[in-house]
């Protein structure tokens, strides 16, 4: 299709002897072109010029850099092709020219840990959000990998995928619809070469590996140079995941017991003495008892000078750390109400909705007086924690674990920025986490993480100064999308589409 805007460019031609009937038939022609354009013209969310210019914009380049204000940037395809300072900066005669004055552009976001499906999670969300890239960590293979490639190759809207295989388990998966049983270390070998044949871009390592299955897993992916994230399996200290060469620690892995003046053997015992594990099939009941008693020991044993030798490990290690605090939060605080009357619920099916509810959720319905108690004060250790490895030294990225309860694709991310400030982020740190930091952790800041030039146009407009109140984050005037501009109107459009679709189901 022949693109709405067109440039012609004349041409003189030297042969005297050119036909004046030529020369009507050539300009019929183009003019045919020209209403082709303007009669049958792209989706709105994908409309877009050959080359954008962004005038007077305030530009927070994610380097660490103090904003500029007053700035061009010029993306020519799917690339920054020019930046400096308005008047300095040659605009093409073809560029789509914004004017942004009073408005601030920042790289696009990254949610690190999320669950895609395509039930749960539309990407659209994701990109009206201005989420331009995500890792799942885990979901249904065949069909994330068939969205990464749609993704890529442009036929669907939504953020880049990054993305895991069936996740590496112990004997008894959690979610063995997804996951790959291990028992030996010679099974936890075959699971990374497999993944690898597969296509998945990391390994993600679970709960209920042993500890010589975790070690075999974490030696063979380094041999098959394919990095390994996830979970501190239960057999596993931090510090021994760490040196291990886990890449990421998701929901802050097993700090508490690893930063615990006992070791976790004594910790089992004396949980063992005060609740007694239950020998009853599928009886889920002394679950959270169990994990109010180990919480509460590992709270009352934590030790200060244990946690800053793990965190100086972390340090060494390149260990990087994706809390997931929104998620934490709303497991935690999910009784004080206001989660049930959020704005965002209008997105989430019914179904999904009643599943979220206390009385339905699995994570939510066991729990006893006790465990609320304590889960309370475990996310605001953690919150301490956080701020703690922060001031440490420690990288971090932002992650949501949407779809978990209360949790939103694309709007959580935003909570999440808010809560790393309250940590003790400040706003520049907090939005490295989302763009400069993922592109550091895959290896790819040369391309993208940061606004300069040369590098890819994955970028977020915004009505107010995200550095001054964190939460401006979420007032987005556009998102460029490998280069095609989507303003306010298409990300509405596509936000109402997924409503529609949500009261449908």
């Given at each position: ?469 964190i939460s401006n984050t979420k007032r987005i005037d556009a998102v460029i999308l490998n280069g095609r501009y989507l303003p306010k109107e298409a990300l509405q459009k596509m936000l109402s589409e997924v409503e529609a679709a949500a009261s449908r189901s």
């Amino acid at each position: 299709m022949i693109p709405a805007r067109i440039s012609l460019t004349w041409v003189v031609y030297s042969n005297e002897h050119e036909s004046k009937s030529s020369m009507r038939i050539l300009c019929a022609l183009l003019l045919l072109f020209a209403l082709q354009g303007q009669l049958t013209p792209r989706p709105p969310q994908l409309a877009s010029a050959t080359v954008l210019a962004f005038r007077n914009v305030t530009v927070i380049d994610m380097t660490g850099a103090p904003p500029r204000r007053g700035m061009t940037v010029v993306i020519s395809r799917n690339r920054i092709t020019a930046l400096g300072t308005t008047g300095s900066v040659r605009i093409p005669q073809t560029a789509q020219v914004i004017d942004a004055q009073g408005k601030f552009l920042i790289p696009g976001l990254w949610d690190m840990h999320v669950h895609l499906s395509k039930e749960r999670t539309p990407l659209p969300m994701f990109i009206a959000n201005g989420i331009t890239g995500v890792r799942s960590m885990g979901g249904r293979p065949e069909e994330l990998y068939q969205w990464r490639e749609q993704v890529a190759s442009e036929k669907l809207v939504g953020p880049r995928i990054v993305t895991c295989g069936p996740v590496v388990d112990g004997p008894k998966p959690a979610n063995p619809d997804h996951a790959i049983a291990v028992v030996t270390e010679a099974e936890g070998r075959q699971a990374v070469r497999s993944l690898k044949r597969s296509g998945a871009d990391f390994v993600k390592v679970y709960d209920g590996l042993s500890r010589a299955a975790y070690l075999a897993v974490a030696d063979e992916a380094k041999k098959q140079n394919m990095p390994f994230a996830g979970h501190v399996p239960i057999a596993v200290t931090s510090f021994e995941a760490a040196d291990a060469g886990q890449r990421s620690f998701e929901h802050l892995g097993n700090i508490l017991r690893s930063s615990s003046t006992l070791e976790p053997e004594m910790i089992e015992q004396r949980v063992n003495a005060v609740v007694k594990p239950s020998n009853k099939p599928n009886d889920f009941t002394s679950i959270p008892v169990r994990i109010a008693a180990r919480t509460k020991i590992e709270l009352e044993t934590y030790s200060e000078r244990k946690a800053k030798q793990l965190f100086a490990r972390f340090v060494k290690n390149g260990t990087w750390q994706v809390p997931t605090l929104a998620t934490k939060r709303s497991l935690a605080l999910v009784d004080e109400g206001h989660f049930f009357d959020d704005a965002h619920m209008k997105y989430i099916p019914p179904s999904q909705r009643e599943e979220w509810k206390p009385e339905n959720n699995f994570f939510l319905k066991y729990r006893t007086p006790e465990f609320i108690e304590v889960r309370k004060k475990l996310y605001e250790k953690e919150l301490q924690l956080v701020g703690a490895m922060r001031r440490a030294g420690v990288s971090f990225m932002a992650g949501t674990d949407v779809p978990g309860a209360y949790t939103y694709p694309g709007f959580s991310l935003h909570d999440e920025l808010a809560l790393f400030v309250q940590a003790g982020f400040t706003p520049m740190e907090a939005l490295q986490s989302a763009t400069r930091n993922p592109a550091m952790f895959l290896g790819e800041l040369e391309s993208s993480g940061t606004i300069e030039r040369g590098k890819l146009a994955n970028l977020v407009l915004l009505d107010a100064d995200p550095l001054a109140d964190i939460s401006n984050t979420k007032r987005i005037d556009a998102v460029i999308l490998n280069g095609r501009y989507l303003p306010k109107e298409a990300l509405q459009k596509m936000l109402s589409e997924v409503e529609a679709a949500a009261s449908r189901s």
